[in-house]
């Protein structure tokens, strides 16, 4: 029988590394494309104008209008929604049998709500741990000994 096609996802919010491997135990190949990256600065270098001004209804009290959303926090929302939409696109393709998908819960929650069932369908396995950092050795290590033991 032929071994699954296998796509990593590692992710945090504002990067996202892909790898594939035919297998298990095949060392991890970077997939395509390798990385997505965003900037996104913290909230405070977001929108450093003023906030807006709003009146009351009655009266002659003014006061300053917070924005309803973090834009960082949407920011992260908007760059799971391109990591989704690129699987999308590959499991259309057929580009993988099988997706296991590693990043901080924050994210991975966005990521889960962005896929579609088709794509959902293939997750195998889901880390919620931010694995961006490790190198491909060091992640098929780590694969190895938490999820294909």
């Not at 945090?12 to 790898?19: I, K, L, Q, V």
């Not at 580009?95 to 998908?101: N, R, T």
Request: no cysteine; proline share 8%; glycine share 6%.
């Amino acid at each position: 029988m032929k071994p699954p096609h296998i796509w990593i996802v590692v992710a945090d919010g504002e990067t996202a590394r892909f790898f594939s491997a035919h297998g298990r135990t095949a060392k991890l190949d970077p997939g395509v494309p390798y990385e997505l990256r965003m900037i996104n600065p913290p909230s405070r270098e977001q929108g450093t104008e003023r906030p807006g001004r709003g009146h009351e209804s009655v009266g002659q009290l003014r006061h300053s209008v917070q924005p309803r959303v973090d834009p960082h926090r949407e920011a992260k929302r908007t760059f799971a929604e391109e990591i989704a939409e690129l699987l999308y696109g590959k499991t259309r393709e057929d580009a993988f049998d099988e997706l296991i998908i590693a990043a901080p819960p924050k994210m991975l929650g966005d990521l889960r709500d962005a896929l579609d069932e088709k794509t959902k369908e293939r997750v195998k396995a889901e880390l919620h741990k931010d694995l961006t950092k490790l190198t491909p050795v060091e992640l098929h290590a780590y694969l190895t000994a938490e999820l294909w033991r």
